[in-house]
């Protein structure tokens, strides 16, 4: 079974609202990757974060590492339809190098 | 610059057939991983290739087998065929090995009858 998990698995967001998702990982992650799945697409990269406690900020989406390097969220504020899509959270556990391990996503619906 | 491609993009075979799928990386890169995504849930890591070696395995059976071929392309077999391995097959591909971003191709949609 996965071993990195992702809460909500559903998402129903009014445009203009903010939402998150998290992360959180049995296992002590080397780093979190993040890609958006747009509906009949293929996962799509979006950042990588590697230092305990990183924030990176992309437009209106906000990523964090945690302390401990075992959790992570994704903030969106401003939803717009654009946003549309399953969000994925992605790790590498420090025992199992190159093992990409995904989360089974957040699927996010937007509301005009 | 072309990223990963996959063919086909879909297939359709019965039960206990044997599938080749294919995947040509992002030119420059040397390292390509394949994943199996069930509908409804994330990409499962079945192998991952450097430089013609294999360098990671996840928790397939033996029926799923893969290699790279000196100019990095790659093939996934899976033999013997069921009906739960329908999925979307994804071919990723990276500069190198090790914890670098993965892009993705489009995938081959595999149906098991």
């Known amino acids: 079974g996965q071993q990195v998990m992702q809460i909500p698995q559903y998402q129903h967001v009014q445009e203009g609202e903010d939402f998150t998702t998290y992360c959180n990982s049995s296992?002590?992650?080397?780093?979190i990757q993040w890609y958006k799945q747009r509906p009949g697409g293929h996962p799509v990269f979006l950042i990588q974060?590697?230092?305990?406690?990183e924030v990176k900020k992309q437009k209106r989406l906000t990523f964090q590492f945690g302390e401990a390097k075992k959790n992570s969220s994704l903030h969106i504020t401003a939803t717009q339809t654009t946003d549309v899509g399953t969000y994925f959270c992605a790790g590498i556990p420090t025992d199992s190098w190159g093992k990409l391990q995904f989360g089974a996503g957040t699927q996010v619906v937007v509301t005009p | 610059d072309a990223g990963v491609t996959q063919s086909p993009t879909h297939l359709i075979k019965t039960r206990g057939q044997h599938v080749t799928l294919r995947c040509s990386p992002i030119?420059?890169?040397?390292?390509v991983s394949w994943y199996q995504q069930v509908l409804g849930q994330g990409p499962q890591f079945i192998f991952q290739?450097?430089?013609?070696?294999?360098?990671g395995r996840g928790n397939f059976p033996d029926r799923f087998s893969a290699r790279q071929f000196p100019n990095y392309s790659s093939e996934l077999n899976v033999n013997a065929l069921l009906l739960g391995d329908s999925a979307l097959y994804l071919c990723?591909?990276?500069?190198?090995?090790?914890?670098?971003?993965?892009?993705f191709g489009p995938g081959t949609r595999l149906t098991v009858l």
């Open positions: 030119s420059g890169h040397k390292s």
């Open positions: 990723a591909s990276s500069p190198e090995w090790g914890s670098d971003t993965q892009y």
């Open positions: 974060l590697v230092k305990s406690g």
């Open positions: 296992t002590t992650l080397s780093n």
């Open positions: 290739y450097y430089e013609k070696e294999e360098r």
